[in-house]
């Protein structure tokens, strides 16, 4: 099993910036992937940003540009800095971790929510 402490949700108006902090703990060894999804109300769960032990990234096409996602000091911590904030990043935000076998944790998500 995996832990999460999620923080940096709130609530910002649009053109704003955020960020998001996750620290995770418990079973970690083997993670090779980390990052971000997020769920908008009626909305399938869907990537934002993920980042690799290689420091290697991917991203959502709607993010690209205005999100970077970072690995923090501390190995077991994954950031995302979100800039430019649009009405539509309104969503639930969850950390999550990957094992190469394709084993999945979430965290328990964090909202933002972004005001025009």
């Known amino acids: 099993q995996v832990q999460f402490v999620e923080s940096g949700g709130g609530s910002v108006q649009a053109g704003g910036s955020l960020r998001l902090s996750c620290i995770f703990s418990g079973n970690t060894f083997g993670i090779n992937l980390m990052g971000w999804y997020r769920q908008a109300p009626g909305k399938p769960r869907e990537l934002v940003a993920e980042i690799g032990n290689s420091g290697n990234t991917k991203y959502a096409d709607s993010v690209t540009g205005r999100f970077a996602i970072s690995r923090g000091n501390a190995k077991n911590t994954v950031n995302l800095e979100m800039n430019n904030l649009k009405p539509e990043d309104t969503a639930i935000y969850y950390c999550?971790?990957?094992?190469?076998?394709?084993?999945?944790?979430w965290g328990q998500g964090t909202q933002v929510n972004v005001s025009s």
């Open positions: 999550h971790v990957k094992f190469p076998e394709g084993l999945l944790y």
